[in-house]
């Protein structure tokens, strides 16, 4: 595992200990005994590092999520080489898939430590080394491992689930290993479960393993046997694959001489080396030779966090790079940072005077870190503007490389590189109008010898004849011009295939013959683009029939096959940049006889160049103008216009088509969207409406444009929320009154004024609004409405978030099922006719319902059941305020409109805190006058309900409101459905723990002075009793103001020892500790010692609360709620259940059922 630092800034090494040259001369060296002795050279000084990272958890849930820190924390050589060595040592030796020289490994996932280590201990071994691009489809990966036939295929989490189809539908794969995974994230460990469940499901051989538990198991192994190819061979080491010039990826053969080189530098030369941020993927040679590169001149290579970029700026600022090689994206990323913070600190009253030096200031020496000393642009050309701007801005000249994955480095500031370049030469190409004798500088197809060069493309003997001439040069497809001795610069390609700003590869003829035959529009269509461009333009001769029927309308046209271009590329499966972005329609059809076709009747790339040049280029250079001048529109405009329209206008914007509207029921990767430009699209939005939007937001699957300007309104609605939370509180406050809860701020004036003349609801309760049905009792308390209901002919309305009712009304159906078809069989038999779901947001305005409905609600709702909140014992208040209070405070609104409606309120025991002056009919303001707003446990979710209680009596003295309060405290299983427990709660995972740790204390109670365990009631109720009698109680009650402590104080109600003897009952092997304190210890260990899967489910995170033996409840007030119990006809069963043996024994039964303990 990696080493924390404390500081957030990543030091640059001051030397390295000078041992001798890194490779003895007297010996044979290999790469593998080349990688060994670099890591091993550099001893205790740092070399790789990563963002510092913490699981977090939240107790009340379980639920874990991973939480990155401002800091970045290192991994030295030392132990960089041991975990390298360990990991080689179990490929080596691993039973079933034992890694040997010149054996295939693929790697599918993004630079890290972890990549690094597994690629390193493949280099020891001799393996082919094989890294795969993590985006592409199964379509494309598969037939790759088919042809490469590796024996293990190591992937992120991220990717498993391709991992698992790739290795079901090749057996040669015999092992796959997950790495950068952390089992202690609930959501990594249910996806590297269900892959192992798929792969045992599909009777797949290959087994899975994760890198950690390999670290664990190998820990401190030996050295095994470093690969030393047979003298005077050059064996295969490394494929990468590239689209290169044929649009389809194909394996450059990289041997052990050309990764030598890569490997080569010496540290004596060097005093200690560069701090580098390495982002680029292991797939591209500029990814393997950054870290090869930092390695071997004694550096620190810092990882970027996340693969898709989003924290490229964050990484940027904390590793404070002295070198720092760009792509064009992320040089546009850092572009669109100025440009977005310069509109906006102007609009918020900058002096535009200073603002552009500041800005440059803060970007070169806060942004990037502010000790960049050389800079390179690598992978594609990068805009002449953005060029500038970085060198302006760095202070310092921005070198250009030039070469490509079948080559290494060629030139460097149009200089060519000598080594590894041994000869080259131009080519004249007549069909393209290059010549070596044109002037001032000659101009041809590039062809190379280098010691860099390819040994050909992996199992394509084809190519390779049409890659090398006769006398060994490379043809490179490129054509250059010799500017001076030793001087080149590109200028074109002899292929259709173009690069674009970004890195992709496009092969426009393909493009071109998809669309024309795709588009009865289309008769003829050339696609073009620039390397300093991210998207296509192009030429569109239309039909013959479209010509006739459009005429002069050629606008019309336009739409209609801008339309046609996103239709075609989406039935076809193509990428969005892929899709022209806009054309010029020609009227004149290419001909033999006008030169732009050939006598084959094909395209003349060259001619149609020559000929549509300028105008493509003015055509970009309108797309910019134009983006730039709707964007200024917009930005004026936003205040007056809907969220929705804004958010598809900036859509549009992004994508570069306002030619045709976006459908808001659409995604914005149905659009064109990828990963970058769904960046862009966040940031727009974020500047459009000064809120943040989360990238996640934008690429989520389910989220429409609809869905993405819904969340805008909600975090609007926050915003506005947090002034509200001010105007009642203050800023940072650190108290909460009664007195500040009052109607009027959450509440407009018409409506309060309206209500006191509403009449109130009379008569049977027919009509129920429920909130909360999703969780735990709400379920119940749906069930029991509908059981009420229905024989009477009544409805059950539930609000459940969702996309829309039937997304909603799913999500209940799934909390109802849990795999006991009796109880799903009842609830649907019931639901047919008497429940409606409805997809909402309590927070919202109308709680996220359209005008009508809120009308038809406020109508024929007779009683609310608000048993709905956002219940986290971890959150802030700050936090809480929206879901509990806001959401509260708009259920209220519906029960005074237009009629008076009853108004049951599920709140909780802790609003009582240590109070013990608050029984059931004491006024909450009174008794509760203040809460503190601190750190403590759970109070955020305290003063969230309280606030809650508080809005409901205030509602209940100006408008006569029937309330009804309930404090809910610990809830029990359901006594009769299979699986209905409560799975993340408190109780459960303790049985839990019980049950797979197999031991318990003596007695969970301090022996008295007869020796006897001083037991207490341990004061849970089981959810159905509870469901049934808070119903019950609600419908008893038809006016007036009461609260009820929904506990189970009675004597009977079971404790804690009671837990013990059902479980014995269960025949759960327990062994019981006489001493509490070695019980708590061991309890303790054997939690931690638990299976991941488990753990997770555990009672590790609350084992603070078990520390005492003492855990019995604060006795409070219940006899209103006995009382209420008794007098109440829907309330049957009038004891209060508690724990009792057969409870005990059906959480077994479930846990089992739910098979929790796997």
């Not at 709707?630 to 007056?640: T, Y």
Request: glycine letters at 8%; one cysteine or more; charged letters at 25%.
């Amino acid at each position: 595992m990696a080493v924390a630092v404390e500081s957030s800034t990543i030091v640059p090494p001051t030397g390295i200990p000078d041992t001798g040259p890194v490779n003895p001369p007297a010996q044979r060296e290999s790469l593998a005994t080349r990688v060994a002795q670099i890591l091993q050279r550099g001893g205790d000084a740092p070399a790789l590092a990563e963002r510092d990272r913490e699981v977090v958890g939240d107790p009340e849930t379980g639920e874990t999520s991973l939480k990155l820190f401002p800091s970045f924390r290192t991994l030295s050589f030392k132990d960089v080489w041991q975990q390298v060595r360990d990991v080689a040592y179990d490929l080596y030796y691993d039973a079933d898939a034992s890694l040997r020289p010149r054996v295939p490994i693929a790697f599918l996932g993004f630079c890290g430590i972890d990549y690094s280590v597994l690629e390193f201990a493949g280099h020891l071994l001799g393996a082919v080394i094989a890294p795969l691009q993590i985006d592409a489809p199964l379509s494309t990966l598969d037939p790759l491992i088919a042809e490469l036939e590796p024996l293990i295929i190591t992937v992120s989490i991220e990717q498993v689930d391709k991992a698992v189809e790739l290795a079901a539908n090749n057996k040669m794969v015999k092992r796959v290993i997950v790495f950068s995974y952390n089992a202690d994230l609930s959501l990594e460990r249910s996806i590297f479960d269900a892959a192992q469940a798929k792969l045992t499901a599909r009777g797949v051989s290959a087994k899975l393993d994760s890198l950690d538990d390999i670290r664990q198991r190998r820990k401190d192994s030996p050295v095994p046997p470093l690969d030393m190819p047979e003298k005077g061979t050059d064996p295969l080491h490394l494929l990468v694959y590239t689209s290169g010039s044929t649009g389809t990826p194909k394996g450059a053969m990289i041997t052990q001489r050309i990764m030598l080189r890569m490997w080569s530098l010496d540290w004596s030369q060097h005093n200690g080396g560069e701090v580098t941020l390495c982002y680029y993927p292991m797939n591209h040679i500029l990814g393997q030779s950054s870290v090869a590169g930092s390695l071997v001149s004694g550096g620190i290579c810092c990882f970027t966090a996340k693969s898709d970029m989003s924290t490229i700026l964050e990484d940027l600022a904390l590793v404070r790079p002295t070198k720092f090689t760009i792509v064009p994206r992320v040089g546009e990323m850092i572009y669109q940072w100025y440009l977005d913070e310069y509109s906006q600190r102007l609009k918020n009253g900058a002096d535009p005077k200073t603002l552009e030096s500041d800005l440059k200031i803060e970007l070169r020496d806060k942004v990037m870190g502010g000790r960049i000393k050389s800079a390179l642009v690598a992978g594609a050309k990068l805009k002449e503007n953005i060029t500038a701007f970085m060198a302006e801005v760095l202070g310092t000249f921005i070198e250009f490389g030039y070469g490509g994955t079948e080559t290494g480095v060629v030139c460097a500031r149009t200089k060519v590189q000598r080594p590894p370049v041994i000869d080259w030469k131009l080519e004249d190409v007549p069909e393209m109008g290059y010549y070596t004798s044109d002037k001032p500088y000659p101009r041809g197809q590039f062809l190379l010898k280098s010691e860099s060069v390819v040994a050909g493309y992996f199992k394509r003997p084809d190519l390779n004849s049409k890659v090398f001439t006769e006398d060994g040069y490379y043809i490179s497809g490129d054509i250059l011009a010799q500017v001076g001795p030793d001087e080149l610069i590109f200028l074109d390609r002899t292929n259709n295939v173009l690069k674009l700003s970004q890195g992709e590869f496009v092969a426009t003829q393909r493009l071109e013959y998809i669309f024309a035959d795709k588009i009865p529009e289309i008769r003829q269509i050339y696609i073009d683009g620039e390397s300093d461009q991210a998207y296509l333009v192009g030429v569109i001769v239309p039909s013959k029939e479209a010509l006739e029927e459009f005429g002069s309308n050629l606008d019309e046209l336009r739409v209609i096959l801008h339309q046609k271009l996103k239709d075609v590329a989406k039935e076809e499966g193509l990428l969005p940049y892929e899709i022209p972005r806009d054309f010029i329609i020609e009227t004149t059809a290419f001909s033999y006889n006008n030169g732009l076709l050939s006598n084959l009747l094909k395209n003349l790339y060259p001619k149609l160049k020559i000929k549509y040049r300028d105008q493509m280029r003015a055509l970009y250079d309108s797309l910019a103008a134009k983006q730039h001048e709707e964007l200024q529109l917009l930005q004026s405009s936003a205040d007056n216009l809907p969220t929705l329209e804004i958010v598809c206008k900036a859509a549009q914007l992004v994508l570069g088509d306002t030619s045709t509207d976006v459908d808001p029921d659409s995604l914005f990767s149905e659009n064109g969207g990828d990963s970058i430009s769904s960046h862009t699209f966040s940031k727009r939005l974020q500047s459009l409406f000064s809120i943040d939007i989360p990238l996640s937001v934008i690429a989520n699957p389910a989220n429409s444009f609809r869905n993405i300007a819904d969340f805008v309104d909600r975090a609007k609605a926050q915003a506005k929320d947090k002034s509200l939370f001010e105007v009642l509180h203050g800023k940072n406050p650190t108290v909460a009154k009664a007195t500040d809860f009052t109607l009027d701020k959450f509440i407009d004036a018409d409506v309060l004024a309206k209500a006191s003349q509403a009449p109130f609801v009379t008569g049977p309760i027919k009509t129920v609004l429920l909130t909360g049905s999703t969780g735990f009792l709400g379920r119940f308390n749906c069930l029991k409405w509908l059981e009420h209901l229905a024989p009477i002919g009544g409805k059950v309305i539930c609000i459940v978030r969702g996309k829309n009712n039937a997304d909603a009304r799913q999500r209940l159906v799934t909390a109802i099922d849990t795999g006991d078809k009796a109880l799903l069989e009842h609830f649907n038999q019931l639901a047919r006719d008497h429940l409606e779901v409805l997809a909402g947001d309590l927070g919202q305005t109308h709680l996220g319902l359209d005008s009508e409905t809120w009308q038809r609600l406020a109508d024929s709702v007779d009683l609310i059941f608000h048993s709905g909140a956002l219940v986290n014992h971890v959150l802030p208040y700050s936090e809480l305020f929206h879901p509990n209070v806001i959401g509260t405070a708009n259920l209220i609104q519906l029960a005074i409109t237009t009629r008076r409606k009853r108004f049951v309120y599920v709140s909780t025991l802790a609003v009582v805190g240590r109070e013990d002056k608050l029984d059931e009919n004491a006024d909450v303001r009174v008794a509760i006058p203040e809460v503190p707003i601190d750190q403590s446990h759970a109070n955020g979710y305290r003063v969230s309900k309280w606030g809650g209680e508080v809005l409901l009596r205030n509602a209940h003295d100006a408008f006569g409101l029937a309330s009804t309060v309930f404090r809910s405290d610990m809830i029990l299983a359901d006594r009769k459905y299979a699986g209905q427990i409560n799975v993340p709660d408190m109780f459960t995972r303790l049985l839990i723990s019980l049950i797979s740790t197999g031991i318990v204390p003596a007695s969970f109670y301090p022996i008295g002075p007869g020796g006897q365990p001083q037991r207490t009631v341990y004061g849970g109720i089981p959810v159905d009793y509870l469901a049934q009698v808070t119903n019950g109680i609600a419908l008893a009650r038809e006016s007036g103001y009461q609260t009820y402590h929904a506990r189970n104080q009675e004597a009977g109600g079971g404790s804690l020892d009671t837990v013990t003897e059902g479980l014995e009952q269960s025949d759960i092997k327990i062994q019981r500790i006489p001493d509490y304190d070695d019980w708590f210890t061991r309890f303790s260990a054997g939690n931690r010692a638990l299976p991941n899967g488990v753990r997770q489910r555990s009672f590790l995170p609350l084992l603070r609360s078990f520390a005492k033996q003492n855990h019995g409840i604060q006795p409070q007030s219940t006899d209103e709620f006995r009382k209420a119990i008794q007098n109440a006809p829907e309330c049957p069963e009038k004891t209060i259940p508690g724990i009792t043996l057969d409870i005990v024994k059906k959480y077994v039964s479930d846990i089992n059922h739910l098979q929790l303990l796997q």
